[in-house]
């Protein structure tokens, strides 16, 4: 399969040039979005780079993902929290939500509604750090990062 650098590079344009509306067919529902993709996954150890860093990388075979990069900040939960879980369709928006990162936030999506948690979990107290989304989660501020591959 190979990758699709049509829609990368119109979301790359929308960005640089401070776009602000998509146009969607009419019945546009993000969770209606195809599984049928292809990714690649590389992971390379330190002692396999000049700088001797680790690194991971993966790209995402479809030219409808939702590859924009979002920061999650950082936040505290007390006792007795509990978190909520959505399904992330892969496709834009993959996510609309309040309170969880400025790119989600509902008012930059009038024409969709917010995402409906699929459930939630229990959240131990304690503070988490931030970190940097997109398709997937990519690195927290700590430098933790990871990547994956869901080619089956």
Known sequence: MTCSLAG?????LLAVSGASALEFPEGYDPHDFPAKIGCTAIGIDA????????M?????????????MAYVPPKTYPNDTVRQVFTNPGAFPRMITSGR??????????????FEPKGEIDQPAMTTFGYWESTLPLMNEAGLAFGESSCG
């Open 8 to 12: 990368t590079a119109t979301a790359l």
């Open 47 to 54: 002692a396999g780079t000049v700088e001797g860093t680790a």
């Open 56 to 68: 991971s990388g993966m790209n995402a075979d479809c030219s409808s993902c939702d590859n924009r």
């Open 101 to 114: 990162a400025e790119l989600y936030e509902p008012k930059f999506y009038p024409e969709f509604k917010p």
